[in-house]
């Protein structure tokens, strides 16, 4: 009997384990184009399973964490302009933060343009920061590193 109920404890907190598991409904990818002699295009691509969402670069104050892609300092390399998105914008208000967000679902794209100095091959590296919802819950921001070769 007490072998039935250790197996049966046993059980029942191997189930509460895998049920506790932290989700992660957004894989990312990473490459870098080519663009001219010493300039690059970095992809940085998030695919978010449904009914997930992540938050746009631009969501405004008092709302959820905005995505934010930050690059390692490098000497070798210069970011030429802002990160942009590409994707499916969707805009509304939400209650929980009393504002209207921007946010993707699906797949969002981020590119940001490098130029590196000449006859250097070298790699980027940095981070990128986001919080993922659905219509019930947030999972809290999660910061995930990368690092792509040029």
């Given at each position: 009997m007490k072998k039935f109920i250790s197996l049966s404890i046993c059980f029942v907190c191997i189930g509460?384990?895998?049920?506790?598991?932290?989700?992660?409904?957004?894989?990312?990818?990473?490459?870098?184009?080519k663009k001219a002699t010493n300039e690059y295009e970095v992809v940085i691509t998030a695919?978010?399973?449904k009914p997930w969402h992540i938050y746009s670069q631009n969501t405004g104050k008092g709302g959820p964490i905005a995505t934010y892609i930050s690059f390692n300092k490098s000497p070798l390399i210069t970011l030429e302009g802002e990160t942009k998105e590409v994707g499916k914008l969707e805009k509304t208000y939400d209650t929980n933060?009393?504002?209207?967000?921007?946010y993707y679902s699906n797949m969002v794209v981020f590119t940001q343009l490098v130029?590196?100095?000449?006859?250097?091959?070298?790699?980027?590296?940095?981070e990128i920061e986001f919080m993922v919802c659905d219509d019930k819950q947030c999972l809290p921001p999660?910061?995930?590193?990368?690092?792509?070769?040029?």
């Open positions: 509460l384990i895998l049920n506790a598991q932290i989700k992660s409904p957004v894989s990312w990818t990473y490459k870098a184009n695919t978010i399973k933060f009393k504002t209207d967000v921007l130029k590196v100095k000449a006859g250097i091959k070298t790699n980027i590296s940095g999660t910061k995930k590193p990368f690092d792509i070769k040029l």
